[in-house]
């Protein structure tokens, strides 16, 4: 499991819904009350239980039975069907108590391979439920980036409407000087307005993302989820080449882990169709009670019991000609899922290559913004002083406005972008 990437803050003396949560805690949280993961869990649980059923074959047989009857009268029809018949009389009540076993020696290695194929589907059920488990925790994380980014968002905007407020205040004071003209005011109120519009979107993306992983967590939808960080850790975050990363997805990769077990059952389902045509031996014993004995002759109107033990062998002779087109028709599945293996480490190996590619873009875009933050505010700086001394129009502030709280937000995406490309590059090499 990843540790938490960011910088926890406890709060003291505050409600357990509404303290801090981490990345982790929300992890952990979605591996008890996610839906999906309860679901994989469950399917899990019942492919153990199909191994251990598996493994039960190889105990022997044994049933019991019984049967009671009323017999009728022998009817003998000594002058034809159409003429009345004698009645020969038997003993009317018949029934037989008795049970028997029957042990498999030998049945073409079926058993043996039917827990293989149990024991494959039970790993095949482990690893999706690993995929399913990443898929969740990368989504998890987005949501919880995405809570982040709003509030970043909404904490830059609200400081630039405050700081536009007050300018909007000082250029009403140079309108009644005579200083500038009315329109000026009209621009910055209509610059104001949208501002708050775009915080009120905001904040309304923010509720979204926020219900998105309340549910994904199992919390109810009133719970306001209080991050644990400020600002993103990217520096604890390991380097490694894009070798490193391919090769831990080589090893670790739960597609390609899935892929494996995929071709291994289509191996063992070939070998389980040419078992078809060998022979079947087992131990069988059993023994009943009868009444009347009219099995062998001389009858007697006498309860009586036989019993008997011996080899049971059997031979399917038609299986050798009809199943030739199974046994095609199953190394040509196999031969399928070896192509899609194939395929499968292709696209992990793709997938591997343009998470590396876009995490690596994302760290300039970090660097980038930073850069563009700095140019902005000096461009601000610059136009703000030559608007007030009557150098620059108001459409240039405007302008330099709207760069400088777009480079603040650039920012702000480019630090939530890396971190989720980070965790993209993570599941694509199994180790999220």
């Known amino acids: 499991m990843l540790t938490a990437l960011f910088t926890s803050k406890t709060a003291i003396g505050q409600n357990p819904e509404q303290s801090p949560i981490t990345l982790t805690d929300v992890w ?86 039917e827990i293989q194929v149990r024991q494959t589907e039970s790993e095949l059920a482990q690893e999706q439920s690993n ?10 994380a987005g949501h919880y980036l995405d809570i982040y980014r709003f509030r970043m968002y909404e904490k830059v905007l609200l400081q630039d409407i405050k700081e536009r407020e007050k300018e909007l205040e000082e250029i009403r004071q140079l309108m009644k000087n005579g200083v500038v003209l009315k329109s000026d005011v009209l621009r910055a109120e209509l610059k104001l307005s949208k501002q708050k519009v775009t915080l009120l979107e905001i904040r309304n993306s923010l509720q979204i ?11 109810s939808d009133s719970i306001d989820n209080k991050l644990a960080l400020d600002t993103l850790d990217l520096s604890s975050i390991p380097q490694k080449s894009y070798e490193a990363y391919l090769a831990d997805a080589n090893e670790h990769s739960f597609a390609f882990k899935i892929s494996e077990k995929e071709t291994a059952l289509s191996e063992l389902k070939l070998k389980e169709v040419k078992s078809n045509i060998l022979p079947k031996v ?53 031969e399928r899922q070896e192509i899609e293996h194939a395929d ?8 591997v290559r343009a998470a590396y590619l876009r995490y690596t873009e994302a760290l300039e875009r970090i660097r980038v913004a930073q850069e563009n933050i700095l140019q902005a505010q000096e461009n ?16 240039d502030l405007l302008d330099a406005e709207t760069q400088l709280l777009q480079s603040r937000f650039d920012l702000t995406t480019a630090e939530v972008t890396a971190q989720l490309q980070y965790y993209q590059l993570l599941k694509a090499t199994g180790n999220l």
């Open 282 to 334: 087992g131990l069988y014993a059993e023994y009943a009670y009868t009444y009347p004995q009219i099995q062998f002759f001389p009858y007697a109107i006498s309860l009586y019991g036989l019993g008997q033990v011996g080899v049971k062998a059997g031979m399917p002779i038609s299986a050798l000609y009809q199943n030739k087109h199974k046994r095609e028709a199953a190394r040509i599945n196999l």
């Open 131 to 140: 995929l399913t488990g990443t898929e969740i925790r990368y989504k998890a």
């Open 28 to 113: 952990n949280k979605a591996a008890v009350y996610n839906k999906q993961l309860q679901m994989q869990y469950l399917r899990v649980q019942g492919t153990q239980q199909q191994v251990k059923a598996a493994r039960d074959e190889r105990l022997p047989e044994i049933k019991a039975n019984g049967t009671y009857a009323r017999v009728s009268n022998l009817a003998i029809y000594d002058k034809g069907l159409f003429n009345a018949p004698s009645q020969f009389p038997v003993v009317h009540q018949f029934y037989q108590i008795g049970a028997d076993a029957y042990l498999n020696l030998y049945n073409g290695g079926k058993t043996s391979r």
């Open 380 to 395: 601000f700086r610059i136009v703000n002083n030559t608007y007030f001394n009557q150098l620059s129009l108001l459409t």
């Open 209 to 219: 993302a926020n219900q998105r992983l309340n549910i994904m967590i199992g919390q």
């Open 344 to 351: 499968t480490q292709d696209q992990v190996r793709q997938e």
